[in-house]
């Protein structure tokens, strides 16, 4: 079973910067598709960015052009490099992975960002 563990949530004003990180239990970033969602409260969780085996990113349009995906397949880990944070960017972020072509999808417990002068 694979395991997500995020890192790098905090409170930031708006304008910052900050890098979430996600560490997997095994060697599956090469193999998997990975992403990044957040939820904030009382709202449905959102897709906010996906990266593919190959490397192939995609953003939703609210965090285009400010967030970017990448990930580091020898280290097991991804990362999601958020700038010029607005307070409706608050939200607990959750990391994926799941197998291509699957559904059968690995989440992390989540790391808050809370954007706020």
């Known amino acids: 079973q694979v395991r997500l563990v995020e890192s790098g949530g905090g409170l930031v004003q708006p304008g910052g910067s900050l890098r979430l990180s996600c560490t997997a239990s095994g060697s599956i970033f090469s193999r998997y598709v990975l992403g990044w969602y957040r939820q904030a409260p009382g709202k449905q969780r959102l897709l906010v960015a996906t990266?593919?085996?190959?490397?192939?990113?995609n953003y939703a349009d609210f965090v285009q052009g400010r967030f970017i995906i990448s990930k580091d397949n020898a280290k097991n880990t991804m990362y999601l490099q958020m700038n010029s944070l607005k307070p409706e960017d608050t939200a607990i972020y959750y990391c994926?992975?799941?197998?291509?072509?699957?559904?059968?999808?690995?989440w992390g417990q989540g790391t808050q960002v809370t954007v706020s002068s």
């Open positions: 994926s992975a799941r197998p291509p072509l699957t559904s059968n999808t690995a």
């Open positions: 990266i593919t085996t190959g490397g192939t990113t």
